[in-house]
């Protein structure tokens, strides 16, 4: 980049103009009233308005230009800012620290140093900004250099370059360099205290607190703190009481401090205390109360203050769920006294958590009823409310809901009806919701790669994999695993092990359970037994203990292919990682009877019993004219039970198959779907 160090004359005579109407007279000597209201726009975000009334001003003095310069930079417009400095008539020492500061602000640490080369007179604010730009980049080798290199060195630089060393940990080079300063200040001080807290060296800390001088409020709390982080809870209490004076920010920390070690009344006995309390301060105490796991005293908390600010009663509802105690989140949700759309969300978020989809959808029903506005974070958690319950029609009309309010276009809200759309079946309206999507993040290409494979369409699923890898979205774990899936879905053994092998090597990424699971799927489904042994033994080798879904997909391989004598020792270590599943049983009995094996089998069914596992009844349900049909096996509870018995009974017999009698109890352990 390139930056000029070239000086100017200023140009005079330049006729008067009017700014915002109003005419323009100044000479070079008026400037101030000028040059600070340049500066109040571009500290307030105003740049346009800056460049307007630098654009009409007449005249203009190096301040003016170092005004513009400095605002580009806090707005983060390093291009002008630099254009700026570039055509600057005259620079002062100003200009030059602006401009090391800017540069080092956004990162460009070698344009930094190329003007700081270019100065021919620097002062110790120049050698201090370059001090603190390498030390906020870590480069402390050079931040020492520079600082060994200054002809005049004050308290800043100093503490600059202790507190370098001290986020780097090397406490023993920082108290060299303390030991050096001729008069420290009490930032000095605290910047030491801090650094020796942060590496567990409390005792020394202390003794460097109580040899200051001179403490101002913010070393007692460094202090305070440092016990409170390294579990001193009533040493931080005691030092607390005897500060001569006290911030709020210090009362924060004591009450956190107590309420995250358990001492709740001790907590709320300082909140008492407190002589200045507000709205942030008392809904930080039922954050802290409810991340502690204390969701009953933040109630309790809640109900004798009389809060009514929304943020607060909605920590609490969400702190419920948390606990899964969802009665009380919604009579709590039920008496609130103002509801806002933050509210609503969390309770339809809270109710989808807790495997209560069908009461989250009737609450967006009921929250569109009552008038009030969803947002993106509404449509996010309906969206998966509806791939829950795979129900499309609730899902169509909420996509609509989206459209209408014009948030359908918001990514994460467009990777929602994504996911709603593959899980309710609607592969056509996945795609085309992805089509129609301006921004694709890395959850967008997952939900399209993952959803096709989760259809069996492989080659769709591939082929957006790769479409993927042509943009600047990165691969990630959740990636190769519809990938992966893909590969053993579409029986693509070979592909399969590339994408294996280069996501570990191409990407670096760490295979997980469900990687492995994937690869021996794939290698089982085609009789590959014993390359799917040695992915077991890869993954010992890696100091990964094999998951229980690895064995799974090993004994369905083995099932598949009849291998009982490895199929065999996966059911058992299958059963030893998840004794309650009861399909292991099941796949192993099946197995030994399939083998002759019928006393084996037997055995298993009387372990199984033994354990007091029960099959789970399967599960089904569709949609039909707007109302969802539940089907449990063996139920007989639905109202029309009887015509859907005679329906299927006439299918049998259209298939040829054998008829069964209404009265046969094993005729409703069909599923209906």
């Known amino acids: 980049m390139f930056f000029s160090c070239r000086t100017l004359k200023l140009t005079q005579n330049v006729p008067p103009k009017s700014i915002f109407g109003v005419q323009f007279v100044s000479t070079l000597s008026n400037l101030k009233p000028f040059n600070s209201k340049l500066s109040n726009y571009m500290r307030n975000g105003l740049v346009e308005a800056a460049e307007i009334m630098f654009d009409e001003m007449p005249h203009r003095n190096t301040v003016t230009w170092n005004a513009m310069v400095r605002g580009y930079f806090q707005n983060g417009i390093s291009d002008k800012a630099i254009n700026f400095y570039n055509r600057m008539p005259v620079r002062d020492i100003f200009s030059y620290n602006t401009m090391i500061s800017g540069l080092m602000h956004c990162g460009d640490v070698k344009g930094a140093e190329k003007v700081f080369e270019c100065m021919g007179d620097r002062d110790v604010v120049t050698w201090n900004t370059m001090i603190s730009g390498y030390v906020n980049h870590g480069m402390m080798d050079d931040a020492v250099r520079v600082f060994n290199e200054m002809p005049e060195k004050d308290v800043v630089s100093w503490n600059l ?78 030092l607390f009481h005897k500060m001569p004076n006290k911030d709020s920010s210090c009362w924060n920390e004591i009450i956190n401090g107590l309420v995250s070690a358990g001492k709740v009344t001790d907590a709320m006995k300082l909140f ?18 409810i991340r502690n796991g204390l969701v009953r005293e933040a109630h309790a908390f809640l109900e004798k203050y009389c809060l009514s600010d929304a943020v607060a009663w909605t920590n609490v509802i969400i702190g419920y769920f948390e606990l899964g105690e969802v009665k009380n989140s919604i009579k709590l949700f039920e008496s609130m006294p103002i509801r806002d759309t933050t509210a609503w969300n969390a309770t339809i978020f809270g109710l989808g958590e807790n495997d209560l989809m069908e009461d989250g959808a009737r609450l967006f029903i009921r929250m569109i009823q009552e008038g009030n506005k969803p947002d993106e974070a509404t449509f996010t958690s309906v969206f998966v409310v509806c791939s829950s319950m795979a129900s499309l029609n609730l899902g169509n009309q909420t996509h609509a809901l989206a459209i209408k309010a014009g948030l359908d276009d918001f990514t994460p809200v467009g990777n929602a009806i994504i996911n709603m759309y593959f899980r309710c079946g609607s592969m056509e309206s996945a795609f085309f919701q992805f089509s129609v999507m301006s921004c694709h993040d890395i959850i967008s290409w997952n939900s399209i790669i993952c959803g096709s494979a989760y259809h069996g369409k492989a080659e769709k699923s591939l082929a957006m994999f790769e479409n993927m ?13 519809g990938v992966l899936s893909a590969c053993s879905h579409a029986g693509l053994v070979e592909q399969g092990k590339s994408y294996f092998h280069a996501m570990k090597n191409d990407y670096s990424l760490l295979p997980l359970a469900e990687h492995y699971t994937c690869v021996v799927d794939l290698l089982g489904r085609f009789g590959l037994i014993d390359d799917a042994l040695h992915i077991l033994d890869q993954m010992k080798a890696d100091g990964f203990e094999v998951p229980a879904s690895v064995w799974g997909a090993l004994l369905g391989a083995c099932r598949m292919h009849k291998n009982l004598k490895v199929g065999e020792v996966a059911g058992e270590r299958m059963l030893e990682l998840e004794p309650s599943n009861s399909g292991m049983y099941m796949m192993l009995a099946e197995m030994f009877l399939s083998d002759g094996r019928r006393r084996d089998a037997e055995k298993m069914w009387v372990r199984m019993k033994d354990e007091g596992v029960k099959k789970q009844p399967g599960c089904s349900w569709i949609e039909s004219k707007n109302s969802s049909h539940i089907f449990l096996s063996g139920d007989r509870t639905h109202p029309e039970c009887f015509r859907i018995a005679c329906v299927l009974e006439l299918l049998y017999s259209e298939m040829g198959a054998r008829t069964s009698t209404l009265g046969d109890s094993s005729f409703f352990d069909f599923e209906v779907s």
Request: hydrophobic share 50%; glycine share 4%; net charge negative.
């Open 161 to 238: 370059v202790i507190a370098g060393l001290m986020k780097i940990k090397e406490v023993d080079l920082a108290e060299h360099y303390f030991k050096e300063i001729t008069a420290p200040d009490v930032a000095s001080w605290t910047i030491m205290i801090k650094g020796l807290l942060n590496v567990g060296r409390i005792v020394e800390a202390r003794q460097y607190f109580d040899s200051m001088p001179v403490r101002d409020v913010q070393a007692w709390e460094t202090m305070m703190v440092g016990y409170l982080d390294n579990g001193y809870i009533e040493i931080a209490e005691a």
């Open 272 to 289: 008492h205390e407190m002589p200045q309390k507000h709205e942030r301060l008392w809904n930080l105490i039922l954050l802290c109360l």
């Open 469 to 481: 890898r042509l943009t600047d979205v990165k691969a990630n774990q959740v990636t190769f695993v």
